[in-house]
């Protein structure tokens, strides 16, 4: 079992060195990172959930005081049906209360509180379909939903700094391990987020797509942020390396992924322009041929 020295630095600015075994290492790189990822997310979730819960509630209210409006007029209604002078009294109760505004209103607000519904519902289905897999499992699945899960659960960290175009690739059910796939998913797509907040674009451009290349699967992340400097490009993938500010990465997200899709037995290349925006590929096989050893399993 080799070892490994590790130097580093936390948010107070104090180094220090840890030395872990390769099982060690790996077992404590995939827990901090799936740690990080939850605490992105339930922030982001609790975010996202937040503003359609809020419109649903301020038009459930409106709703409310307008149905009981439209019951008092209908009431009043009712009482001169059988008295046909009563043409005024009428009007004077649709001024009374505001019939043609309420009517013209109510399916607004409901059409809004409706949307509001159904885009919780979408946030709920898309974290429990990215939380629930099992990262050890393998399993048959469909690759451009689970890219679109991801898309979801990390609007959040894109939102406000890009607009996100998709070309999703007519693709075979996928066999492989999703959840870790999901993670690397969310990893470049909310890097690329990170890259675009760091210029002054606005909005930026993340440009996902995917394709069948039998027998592999290639998906495109590529973004319009501030790019990888030539001279550290080839160490993007290492561990604990980050060109972020101390506290606001730990260097392993994509020295995970660079483990996941190698477990895959697929690879990851990226290509970047220093200012002009990085490209990551990646191809994984449309079929796993057998389990690989899990990221903590002790290797040679």
């Not at 009007?91 to 809004?112: K, M, Q, T, Y």
């Not at 499992?137 to 898309?151: F, G, H, K």
């Amino acid at each position: 079992m080799r070892g490994r020295i590790s130097c580093h630095q936390t948010p107070l600015g104090l180094r220090f060195i840890v030395v872990l075994s390769d099982e060690r290492e790996r077992e404590q790189l995939a827990r901090t990172q799936r740690l990080e990822a939850i605490g992105q997310l339930a922030a982001g979730i609790a975010h996202e959930v937040n503003t359609p819960i809020q419109f649903i509630g301020d038009n459930l209210g409106a709703i409310g005081d307008q149905v009981t409006g439209v019951r008092g007029a209908v009431d009043g209604y009712r009482k001169l049906l059988a008295d046909t002078a009563a043409i005024e009294a009428m009007e004077e109760i649709d001024r009374a209360f505001d019939i043609e505004f309420v009517l013209g209103d109510l399916p607004v607000a409901v059409a809004e509180a409706q949307a509001g519904v159904d885009r919780v519902t979408q946030i709920v289905r898309a974290m429990r379909d990215f939380a629930r897999v099992d990262a050890d499992r393998i399993e048959t699945y469909d690759l451009n939903a689970a890219l679109q899960s991801t898309l979801t659960v990390a609007r959040s960290e894109y939102k406000s700094v890009a607009q996100v175009v998709c070309d999703w690739g007519d693709l075979p059910p996928v066999t492989g391990f999703r959840g870790e796939l999901n993670q690397v998913f969310l990893n470049l797509i909310v890097n690329a987020a990170h890259a675009i907040a760091a210029t002054d674009r606005r909005p930026g451009a993340i440009e996902i797509g995917t394709r069948h290349l039998d027998p592999w699967i290639e998906v495109r992340i590529a973004d319009n942020g501030c790019g990888i400097p030539e001279a550290i490009r080839d160490k993007v993938f290492d561990p604990f390396f980050t060109t972020k500010e101390v506290g606001k990465g730990t260097g392993q997200g994509l020295h995970v992924a660079h483990q996941v899709i190698q477990r895959h037995g697929g690879t990851i290349e990226v290509d970047s322009v220093d200012g002009g925006g990085t490209t990551f590929v990646l191809r994984v096989p449309v079929e796993v041929a057998s389990a690989p050893q899990s990221l903590t399993s002790t290797q040679p």
